[in-house]
């Protein structure tokens, strides 16, 4: 039996927060209005002196959790390896980075610290120890075009395995379960001039598993434009969806997952997700018995008169909605 917790990442709400829209305690209220416990912060966005955390910082955080209910359930690291300009950062400097946001993260009492696949397989199992001594989980995003089965991430998985540490985790976004494009970004491609037409063949090759090389030559046949040929390669990069998403390699790394983020572009008037088959990855999920948290993550565009508050909130009621048919 599953144990499918609710939060949101601050991450939902970027795009207001930029425009000086919300605040960050907007966004603990607005959790705990959409009856939902847990946040998850992003630091760099949140901090107003990242990478470091001052007392008088983190006792807001704190008087926040206090007086909405809300639980910070991860903090987001920011493994900024191409930081210098000259070279990407080595082995020690990445560890340094990791110390360092294990240490915010202890300081708040979140269990999770969220970083990104750039740290590498061996920084990872070289900041173990440190995750260790502070009592938070260290994670690696699984993020689209990453899978739980690509390369990359079964290096993760095998070091994890290897280590045996409870200590060491992955954060799958579910946009690597995507089984259509990105609704918004085909829509702006459409208004600029591409052709739905051809952005439908581009699809159906993206489906088909024909390589970028020889769907290249066939968009070229199809004499595509430069609107068209865009969105081609955003589907072989970033935006990459597939007829059958990875399920079985997310039931094998379940065990190492104690968050997840709920990837959302936007919620169609029908109330599903315009490029996620939530559905079906929900109850994947229960019938693996999930224990942990989805964050939503809204990475949508606020539409003219809209907030992100809305989206959120859509979302939240969405996943409820399957949730309770399961």
């Known amino acids: 039996m599953s144990n499918i917790k ?40 949140m901090f107003p002196d990242y990478p470091y955390l001052s007392d008088e910082y983190a006792g807001k955080l704190k008087r926040f959790e206090r007086e909405y209910g809300v639980k910070l359930i991860a903090l987001d690291g920011n493994m900024d390896r191409g930081k210098r300009w000259d070279r990407d950062l080595n ?17 708040l009492e979140a269990p999770v610290l969220k970083s990104q696949y750039l740290m590498s397989p061996k920084v990872m199992q070289m900041a173990e120890k440190y995750a260790r ?27 994890m395995v290897e280590t045996g540490s409870k200590y060491l985790g992955f954060v799958p976004d579910f946009g690597m379960l995507a089984n259509r494009p990105n609704k918004a970004e085909f829509d702006r491609a459409v208004q ?6 051809i952005l439908d063949f581009a699809i159906e090759l993206r489906y088909n598993d024909v390589s970028r090389e020889d769907g290249r030559a066939e968009m070229a046949k199809k004499e595509a434009n430069g609107f068209e040929m865009q969105m081609f390669e955003s589907m072989y990069g970033y935006m990459q969806f597939s007829k059958v998403p990875d399920y079985e ?14 990837k959302f572009i936007d919620i169609l008037e029908d109330g599903t997700e315009s490029t996620i088959p939530y559905a079906d990855v ?9 224990d942990g948290y989805i964050a939503s993550e809204f990475e949508g565009q606020v539409k003219p ?20 048919v399961l």
């Open 282 to 290: 929900l109850k994947v999920l229960d019938e693996a018995g999930y």
């Open 6 to 45: 609710l939060g949101v990442t601050t991450h939902s709400y970027v795009e207001d927060w930029v425009n000086d829209k919300v605040t960050l305690e907007d966004m603990y209220r607005h959790c705990a209005e959409l009856g939902v416990d847990g946040i998850e912060i992003v630091q760099t966005s």
């Open 305 to 324: 008169g809209r907030s992100s508050f809305e989206y959120v909130r859509e979302h939240i009621e969405m996943e409820r909605k399957i949730l309770a």
């Open 249 to 262: 390699g997310l039931k094998k790394i379940l065990p190492y997952c104690p968050l997840m983020h709920g």
């Open 192 to 197: 600029n001039g591409a052709r739905r037409e």
């Open 133 to 159: 001594e502070y009592g938070v989980i260290l994670t690696v995003e699984i993020h689209n075009p990453e899978t739980p089965t690509s390369p990359i991430m079964t290096e993760y998985y095998n070091m």
């Open 91 to 107: 082995e020690q400097e990445m560890l340094k980075i990791l110390i360092r946001d294990l240490q915010n993260a202890s300081q």
